[in-house]
């Protein structure tokens, strides 16, 4: 079991930056791909940005690409997003996620917000 914990929530004003961290105690994150999920308020879990393992490809959604940037820290064993120019659309709860499966469920023509294993989540809160 890939135990996920998210860290780096908090409030910040409209344009600031905020820079969440997955952390996994138990498994080696660069053996996975890692993905970064948020679900707003009444809303759907939806994707937000995802890296392969090993290899360090990334892909983003188009509502925050440009904006946020997804990078892994191998020495401390995270998976980082950093979020930039952020908007109060973008207030959520984030959670990062490993599929065993690989990162292709996410970014395909018909994507599926579906993981192995999910974090508890980190709340993002930005003002306007």
């Known amino acids: 079991q890939v135990q996920l914990v998210e860290s780096g929530g908090g409030l910040v004003q409209a344009g600031g930056s905020l820079r969440l961290s997955c952390a996994a105690s138990?498994?080696?994150?660069?053996?996975?791909?890692v993905g970064w999920f948020r679900q707003a308020p009444g809303k759907e879990r939806e994707f937000v940005a995802a890296?392969?393992?090993?290899?360090?490809?990334?892909y983003y959604s188009d509502s925050v690409k440009g904006r946020f940037t997804i990078a892994r820290d191998n020495s401390k064993n995270t998976v980082d997003l950093q979020m930039n120019s952020l908007e109060p659309e973008d207030t959520a709860e984030y959670y990062c996620?490993?599929?065993?499966?690989?990162?292709?469920?996410?970014?395909?023509?018909?994507?599926?917000?579906?993981?192995?294993?999910w974090g508890k989540g980190t709340l993002v809160t930005v003002s306007s």
């Open positions: 996620a490993v599929n065993l499966g690989g990162l292709e469920l996410w970014i395909s023509k018909q994507p599926q917000v579906s993981a192995s294993y």
């Open positions: 890296i392969k393992s090993n290899g360090g490809s990334a």
């Open positions: 138990t498994h080696t994150l660069s053996n996975y791909d």
